[in-house]
């Protein structure tokens, strides 16, 4: 019997440090698609001058895994702008919806926002250029240990498993 605990636990442990190291995979792929959806936005304001509210909806958007509900929650809130500027529509969806990114790139992100829709296509291109790096600089920093980060919390997560089990037996 305490065999199998000692098997469930470290199990569990494995099963949590695996998680942990698809949770760094995520917030990657997340912020790889942030930067894909600024690019496109960059294209749409700067070359064809697409208004905001064309701009977020859904059918002109590719699908993206982790930032759909983002661009939901902006095409959605475009339906009270005016009573609301776009930059708080912005701020609250990047709040709510962007919790895969960490707390520097989800402030560029949200500092962004309050300058699309208010200058000239030139300043607002400029704008996305200069979040797009702050978001590549963090793209590049997170995936250079990525690999080594994923192997070492499922092998942290097996090693305090086997640590408990053989506390425990």
């Known amino acids: 019997m305490k065999l199998i605990g000692a098997i469930m636990l470290t199990a569990a442990a494995s099963v949590m440090g ?3 190291a ?11 698609e942030m930067i894909s959806l ?6 749409e304001i700067f070359t064809r001058r697409t208004p905001l509210r064309q701009l977020f909806s859904c059918s002109n958007m ?12 902006l095409e959605a809130g475009l339906a009270s702008l005016g009573s609301r500027s776009f930059a708080q529509i912005w701020c ?7 919790a895969l990114l960490d707390k520097s790139g989800r402030q ?3 500092d962004l926002g309050s300058s699309i829709g208010k200058y000239d296509a030139e300043l607002q291109a400029e704008c996305i250029d200069r979040c797009m790096s702050e978001l ?6 997170l995936n250079e240990g990525l690999r080594n980060n994923e192997k070492m919390y499922i092998g942290l997560g097996t090693g305090i498993g086997l640590i408990f089990a053989i506390i425990l037996v």
Request: glycine content about 2%.
């Open 18 to 20: 695996f998680f942990k």
């Open 62 to 73: 590719p699908r993206y895994q982790y930032i759909n509900s983002f661009i939901g929650s």
């Open 136 to 141: 590549n600089s963090e793209y590049a920093k």
């Open 22 to 32: 698809r949770d760094l995979k995520a917030a990657s792929q997340a912020l790889r």
């Open 108 to 110: 560029a992100v949200k």
């Open 38 to 43: 600024l690019e496109l936005m960059r294209n």
């Open 92 to 98: 609250e969806c990047a709040e709510k919806e962007l």
